[in-house]
């Protein structure tokens, strides 16, 4: 099985990204959030530092493109080219409303006929691979029938579905039947993303769908970092070595962040989710939020470890 770690704005960039491979090395391809190119294939300082290769060593990086613009898309895979990246991704998912509303996103996949045309131009002039990433439709999950005849129109690496719609936001559950209507029909190879929070989920994904081998986990990776390696070996969880992760991720936003609101807002984020690995931990959860400089923030993270329990690895991390 390959696992993929899917990409999410504002957490998983190269700080991320770094301490998580040099601590649990077993994805095969991480995607950056978002980049939106524009005419010039500028880069933003932020989008620059996140595909930087020196940020991103020992790693396969897929960057990732959001926007309906073929020249634009054209130019940025061109730039991305020149920093050596083989593969580019098209975000066909994001359900922002600011994103959708300019049909970009999954608000794009309510034009199938201008993503048909968008599609033929980019695979003419894009010299890098392109992959796409997918939800199943903006209002209903009907319009995939259309939108997976024009995907087999083209040589796409591969087809990332999250077989939800727009509307869905991130509620509802993935609709596994969809999926797999998808992939009777796909002629490329597919990746499944969605709702894989625990191993259990994983081992069941896999007993119904034994013909895929790509999988993309985001938030359950988030919320447990070593999800993979328990549903792989069956290694138990290792708060050593989460630690040490978190104090890497904290180490590399102390060293490229300046002001302690900035480096703590990143930090609580992470820990909106990560905070599920642990059971009876309202109160920490608390103080590490209400926590507004380093030295009490880092108390809170300390007392966590030190004092609250794990919560039973197999219940759904998300509730
Ligand atoms: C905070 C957040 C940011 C995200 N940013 C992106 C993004 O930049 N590009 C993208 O394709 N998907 C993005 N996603 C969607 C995830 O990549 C993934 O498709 C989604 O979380 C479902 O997978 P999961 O259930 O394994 O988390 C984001 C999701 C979240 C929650």
């Known amino acids: 099985m390959d696992y993929y770690f899917a990409p999410m704005e504002g957490i998983t960039g190269y700080i991320h990204r770094s301490a998580y491979q ?3 090395p077993c994805i095969d391809k991480y995607f950056t959030a978002f980049i939106a190119p524009n005419q010039h294939g500028k880069l933003s300082s932020r989008e620059k530092n996140d595909i930087l290769p020196e940020h991103n060593r020992g790693m396969k ?3 990732q493109l959001l926007t309906n613009k073929a020249d634009d898309f054209i130019l940025t895979a061109g730039k991305l080219k020149e920093y050596g990246y083989r593969e580019v991704n098209l975000n066909l998912g994001c359900p922002s409303r600011t994103v959708v509303s300019k049909y970009r996103g999954s608000g794009f996949l309510a034009r199938p006929e201008e993503l048909d045309r968008f599609l033929y131009e980019v695979f003419e002039k894009t010299e890098t691979d392109i992959s796409v990433k997918t939800r199943t439709g903006r209002d209903s999950p009907q319009e995939f029938v259309r939108l997976m005849e024009i995907y087999n129109k083209y040589p796409l690496k591969e087809l990332i579905i999250h077989p939800r719609t727009q509307q ?6 993935p609709d ?3 999926f797999a209507q998808a992939l009777s029909v796909s002629r490329c190879p597919v990746c499944y993303n969605g709702d894989i929070f625990t191993t259990e989920d994983l081992k069941v994904f896999r007993a119904r769908f034994a013909n895929v081998d790509k999988v993309m986990l985001g938030r359950g990776l988030l919320v447990n970092p070593m999800l993979i390696e328990m549903a792989e070996d069956g290694t138990a969880i290792d708060m050593e070595r989460i630690r040490k992760f978190h104090d890497m991720v904290y180490g590399g936003y102390r060293e490229v962040l300046s002001g ?3 480096i703590l807002f990143k930090m609580k984020e992470l820990w909106s989710y990560m905070i599920h690995l642990f059971s009876d931990s309202k109160k920490y959860a608390k103080k590490i939020r209400k926590s507004e400089k380093l030295p009490a923030y880092e108390e809170a993270v300390d007392a966590l470890f030190l004092e609250c329990p794990l919560r039973e690895p197999e219940r759904n991390a998300q509730t």
């Open 22 to 24: 040099a601590l649990f």
């Open 260 to 262: 302690d609101k900035v």
């Open 168 to 173: 869905d936001f991130y509620k509802n559950t």
């Open 176 to 178: 596994l039947s969809v």
């Open 61 to 63: 990086v897929v960057p």
